[in-house]
C-alpha cells in the first residue's frame, strides 16, 4: 500500500470518528505496517469495523496480511490416508480368533 492510499484511510477514520486525530508518530506507525497490507481488503475491514463500532480502529482492528504458503493441511491428509491404509492392512492382516459363535457370519475363512 502507499503512503497515498493510508493517508487515505486515515482521512476516512479521522472524518468518521471526529474525536479521533492523529499525531505524526501515529502516522508514520500507520505507514510502516500497513506498506506490506493490500489497499482494497484493508478498506473492506475498515468499512465493516466503521459499520459496527463507535470506536477508531486500530491498526490490529482492519489489518490484512499476507499469508504465507502452508502445506500442513496437504501433509495431514497425506498422513491421515497413508495410516487408515496401514490400519486396515493391519486389521486385515491380523491372526487374532474369531469366536465360535461368529464363525458362521463371519466373512474371514480362516483364523
Not at 502516522?27 to 482494497?40: G, H, L, V
Not at 484493508?42 to 465493516?48: A, R
Amino acid at each position: 500500500m502507499t503512503k497515498k492510499a493510508v493517508m487515505e484511510l486515515l482521512v476516512l477514520i479521522e472524518s468518521v470518528y471526529p474525536h479521533c486525530i492523529f499525531k505524526n508518530e501515529t502516522i508514520q506507525q500507520w505507514f510502516q505496517f500497513c506498506s506490506e497490507m493490500d489497499y482494497d481488503k484493508v478498506l473492506t475491514k475498515l468499512k465493516n469495523h466503521i459499520r459496527k463500532s463507535p470506536y477508531p480502529p486500530t491498526i490490529a482492528d482492519i489489518a490484512v496480511f499476507h499469508l504465507e504458503k502452508n502445506d500442513f493441511q496437504e501433509r495431514l491428509q497425506k498422513w491421515m490416508k497413508n495410516e487408515r491404509e496401514r490400519f486396515e492392512c493391519e486389521r486385515n492382516n491380523a491372526m487374532y480368533p474369531i469366536p465360535d459363535w461368529l464363525l458362521e457370519y463371519s466373512t474371514r475363512k480362516s483364523i
